[in-house]
């Protein structure tokens, strides 16, 4: 199967639109910023940049493209991530001893790559074969997901910094609109489907779609907000073992968790991290960089509990993907509301919703065949599924179906609570 043209010329402006807000995003920073690794979960901001080039240059232009020279041989080590079955790759948590090469090389690295990309889908001329077009789509996917962890990891980064630097400059879309309170949805259950369908882009743990059956069940209107969590902090939530799972309890007094990452308690009141710097906490905003103990202790405290990622897509599949997305740039949840009529409000966008599920495949479900195989299959353990994007999330990067998936402890995402309960 081939595209025609046009669509091969639709497939280089996205290419373009895609990679071009990586160095956006990127162009805020120093120089000094592009090496840091303030703990082995984030990466530098320049490695981001590289690798996800990298993703293009190994799986694209050195299988597809005879001739290709690649800008640096030694590259293929320094910036592949994970995929075992290629070779051998740096340390992921030694990516922050790497002061070259510089950023200016790997701009220059970046522009290589983007010009052996184009020129390729230029010389198929009026069509490219499906298996090329696919793995352009999965890199601009994959670089989308790198985005993401760029702006995280620069929070993190910039927070361990005592002069707590700013990003950007706040904008007046952070303070806008009140925030209606949270009510309880009845959501029939039954035999229902999830899991992705139809036409467009997926990653291969979305499929195939399959049936579950659900009980009814009710799901929270809004997620949880900052003034919520606060009062299970207040009432000794982080105190009360009764509330946590045992490796939840083992995590909140070897870390000595006494609130969400990022805050701060002072004589006059809460304050929070932000990548537009320190600022008083909005008691209205959905609560974020909480881990799934911490929401699943919350939910507990509360006499709720979280929903199950199939509860969460059976709610949410037919609501519109509108939201607070990085294309807002707000890069925080917001307490502004997108004009849905669903009685579910903030389905998707400004943060990252804990499910109870944990990451696994769905019932014959394939990975995909060589390397790539790699992508997904291979974390589906110990993890914990998420669901709906955050405010640093691209919205044309998510979908109804669409699984994130992290360790129960951490943090440094911008994840959040919704909470569900059983129908008596």
Known sequence: MAIEHLAVERLSEHYKSVRSLSEKLASRLQNEDSIIQAMPDVSPPKWHLAHTTWFFERFIL?????????????????????????????????????????????????????????????????HIPEDVEELVEIGLQHEQQHQELL??????????????????????????????????????????????????????????????????????????????????????????PEHWLSDGWAAVKKEKWKHPLYWRKTEDGWYTFTLTGEKRLNLDEPVCHVSFYEADAFARWSGKRLPTEAEWEHAMASI?????????EAYHPVIRESHTRSPIKKAYGDVWEWTSSPYTSYPQSKPLEGALGEYNAKFMCNQMVLRGGSCVTSQSHIRPTYRNFFQADKRWQFSGIRLAEDLS
């Open 320 to 328: 519109p993907i509108e939201g607070n997305f990085v294309e807002s």
């Open 151 to 240: 702006l995280t990891d620069i929070k993190y980064n910039f927070s361990c910094n005592p002069l707590l630097p700013e990003y950007v400059e706040a904008t007046l879309s952070l303070q806008t609109d009140l925030r209606s309170l949270s009510t309880y949805i009845n959501i029939d259950g039954g035999l229902v489907e999830i899991g992705f369908t139809g036409t467009g882009f997926s990653f291969d743990n979305e499929r195939p779609r399959h049936k579950v059956w659900l009980d009814s069940y009710k799901l929270a209107s809004h997620p949880v907000t900052n003034g919520e969590y606060i009062s299970f902090i207040e009432s000794g939530g982080y105190e009360q």
């Open 62 to 126: 050195k299988e597809k493209n005879p001739s290709y020279v690649p800008y640096n041989p030694q590259f293929d080590y320094l910036f592949n991530s994970y995929y075992e079955t290629i070779g051998s790759y740096h340390p992921r948590h030694s990516r922050g001893v790497l002061s070259r090469p510089s950023m200016e090389e790997v701009y220059d690295y970046r522009k290589h790559v983007n010009e052996g990309i184009l020129s390729l889908l230029k010389d198929y001329g009026d």
